[in-house]
């Protein structure tokens, strides 16, 4: 039902997208998914015509979106992310210009209208005026416009945004209740929201897809690195050191959840995990009820035999199971393993890579580990002006082979050792630009690899 | 064009459904009130009725200009505000269909002020007038004309930003403009008969109003208009396929 191949758009010389292509099936909800400035907005407004295509193509119900637009916008219902209300107008007034407009003919358009008006809700506000609805109704009028001629086609631009709880809930409903008949596309950054409506995922990251799978598929890959799960009623020391000892667990970790410092009764600041501890201890006479997260070595199932273990030495075992990774980690993971991606290519191109601008650092991960390089070095370190596109070529050059580490092309190489003095750089780049090129540049990749590592972790943690 | 017709329809019950149509409707009836009052004053006996239409709407019709500026400053910019643009453009309606709409539902609005001007006319027949009803008519139909270029003109600026501001800024500047090119330069008499001057003169929108306030329009004079009006709502659908997606 809509066909998406190799889209293309710029905005000035920066691509939006780029060779963005996915499918949809007919009565398939797809889930686009990715992070502010991914490019969901610009790819969903090309497929409805709105925005002009600089490359590729788009075939939306059969047709050509750039050649046949009358005939794509007759078959289409859309929701912008802004929604197109005449805040002046009564709802029922609206509906029925917006199905006027989108040629649902005059038999049968007022009880259309009812219809619509009853499946998404807001047959109780039909005669009011919409400026005066909240924000839930608006978004559901809004919806209501989209699905008025009973398009084959439905796109929703992030249907609940700025929703509280109560009427995102309401919203999926109503999605779910037009699943079915209609091919759907809807965007968004809020993961449980997939997991509630689609039957598919396309993730997109930096105007490009990452993966496009369905969500039980994307989950069973996720937990390829096996997880599990342990609330153990015991000495907390012995039984740590006990699963330590077993042979298929590779790290045991105890779960912080409190991850808020206090203050106790003496005044001292208490420090989040111990805190837990603590409370862990007092719940029990002597024995504290003790959580573990254990990393196995993958594909071992060990439960049953770690369980058994664990009652023979007499502790109570209270809880045993996997941990299957969030989407959210999923996605993080996928789009931290991205942007690990685009600086490889950037090492590999040296001569013509791009360049990181601020516009680009839209996504949290983005964000972060550029804040993580401007901790590292001194404040011009994230800015590529020409005269450091020209040193870190210098550089490539110098070191041949060694593929150089994006992060330590961009950090600005000193014109002369007094600057690199007076430059508070860390560790690994103190040494001058001589003394670097002659250096293996292995040191300097574990360096950046730890960092990538921590960035991707503290954004798990979250 | 039925898309057409269901724009018209919308744009007229959003006129309607704000309090600025009707409060330039009132400050247009009052200019043009003390207008026709004074022109009344200068020819006090009812048998002047042809003389008194003639000045009236042959003097009325900058206070026209500034009223549709300000009502046409909404059509366009607003849409782009709010984001119904991109409701409209990707309905199954073509651009030039709402650019269409937009302006025939400010036609629509102008015949339905001008009609409330017949008041002048209905008063001055029931106390003994008798007008001659070709150059009185033919006065209405240039003042719809100067009318319907303001109207193109201020959706023409109201495409051009998201601000009203600036685009009531822009209308009523350029509406000005065009209206005071001519007796700026015809002020020079035949004297100045310079390319350009007589360019300039021509291009004025109130160059071309004699002709219809003296009963007898010039063809040239309602090409004039008309080759303004299409221009102006052209550049306009050009402007929102080069804007889209702002």
Same mark, same amino acid.
């Given at each position: 039902m809509i066909e998406a191949e190799k889209l293309t758009k710029y905005y000035g010389d920066r691509a939006a997208v780029q060779d963005l292509s996915f499918e949809v099936q007919k009565g398939e909800i797809v889930g686009l998914l990715g992070p502010n400035g991914a490019g969901k907005t610009t790819t969903m407004r090309m497929l409805t015509g709105y925005l002009p295509i600089d490359g590729g193509r788009a075939v939306v119900a059969g047709y050509d979106v750039v050649e046949k637009p009358m005939e794509v916008r007759r078959r289409l219902g859309y929701l912008p992310e802004t929604v197109p209300l005449y805040t002046e107008m009564p709802v029922r007034a609206y509906l029925d210009f917006t199905a006027k407009i989108r040629g649902v003919p005059s038999k049968g358009r007022n009880r259309r209208i009812e219809e619509v008006m009853e499946l998404c809700r807001i047959a109780d506000v =039909?005669?009011?005026?919409?400026?005066?609805?909240s924000r839930g109704y608006k978004q559901r009028v809004g919806l209501a416009q989209a699905i008025i001629h009973n398009p084959q086609v439905i796109i929703l631009d992030e249907p609940t945004v700025g929703l509280d709880p109560r009427q995102i809930i309401e919203i999926r409903k109503v999605i779910r209740d037009l699943a079915g008949n209609h091919s759907m596309i809807l965007s968004t950054h809020i993961l449980p929201e997939v997991s509630a409506l689609c039957d598919r995922v396309v993730i997109v990251n930096r105007g490009r897809v990452l993966v496009e799978d369905t969500l039980a598929n994307l989950e069973r890959q996720g937990s390829n690195a096996e997880r599990l799960r342990l609330e153990v009623r015991g000495p907390r020391q012995e039984i740590q050191d006990f699963l330590s000892r077993w042979p298929d667990v590779v790290e045991v970790e105890i779960p912080t959840n409190t991850t808020t410092a206090s203050i106790d009764s003496q005044g001292n600041l208490a420090p989040a995990v111990e805190q837990e501890d603590e409370a862990a201890e007092i719940n029990s006479d002597g024995v504290s009820n003790a959580r573990f997260n254990l990393k196995v /070595?993958? =594909? /071992?199932?060990i439960r049953e035999a770690l369980a058994s273990a664990i009652v023979q030495q007499g502790w109570g075992l209270r809880e045993i199971g996997l941990v299957v990774p969030s989407l959210e980690e999923i996605f993080i993971r996928l789009i931290t393993e991205d942007l690990a991606r685009l600086e490889e290519e950037e090492n590999e191109g040296a001569e013509d890579f791009e360049v990181l601008d601020d516009d680009e650092l839209t996504s949290p991960v983005q964000v972060r580990a550029a804040r993580d390089d401007d901790e590292l070095d001194d404040p011009e370190g994230r800015v590529v002006d020409s005269e450091d596109e020209l040193n870190s070529q210098d550089i490539t050059r110098r070191e041949g082979s060694t593929p150089l580490n994006a992060r330590q092309r961009v950090y600005p190489v000193a014109k002369t050792p007094e600057q690199a003095k007076r430059k508070a750089a860390p560790s690994f780049l103190t040494a001058s630009p001589k003394d670097r090129s002659s250096k293996p540049a292995a040191g300097d990749t574990q360096g950046a690899e730890d960092d990538q590592n921590s960035t991707a972790s503290e954004s798990e943690r979250e | 064009m039925k898309n057409t017709y269901y724009i018209t329809q919308r744009e007229l019950y959003a006129y309607f459904a704000s309090p600025i149509a009707y409060i330039m409707m009132a400050f247009f009836l009052a200019f043009s009130g003390a207008l026709f009052a004074i022109f009344f004053n200068q020819n006090p006996?009812?048998?002047d009725v042809n003389t008194i239409m003639r000045g009236w709407s042959g003097s009325v019709g900058f206070f026209l200009l500034i009223f549709v500026s300000i009502i046409t400053i909404r059509l366009i910019a607003e849409e782009q505000r709010t984001g119904t643009m991109e409701l409209l453009l990707t309905s199954p309606v073509r651009d030039w269909e709402v650019v269409l709409g937009k302006f025939l539902a400010t036609f629509v609005l102008l015949l339905l002020t001008l009609a409330f001007t017949f008041f002048y006319l209905i008063l001055m027949v029931a106390f003994g007038g008798r007008p001659d009803w070709g150059p009185v008519l033919s006065g209405y139909l240039g003042l719809l004309l100067i009318g319907g270029v303001a109207a193109a003109f201020g959706i023409l600026a109201s495409s051009l930003t998201q601000s009203q501001a600036v685009a009531a800024v822009i209308g009523i500047l350029v509406c000005i403009i065009l209206w005071f090119l001519g007796p700026l330069f015809v002020s020079n008499g035949p004297t100045n008969s310079e390319w350009w001057s007589v360019a300039l003169s021509y291009a004025s929108l109130e160059s071309h109003v004699d002709s219809f306030s003296r009963g007898s329009p010039d063809l040239k004079d309602i090409v004039y208009y008309l080759t303004m009006i299409i221009l102006f709502l052209g550049v306009t659908v050009q402007i929102l396929k080069m804007r889209r997606g702002e």
């Open positions: =039909s005669e009011k005026v919409i400026g005066k609805l /070595t993958p =594909s /071992t199932d | 006996t009812s048998a």
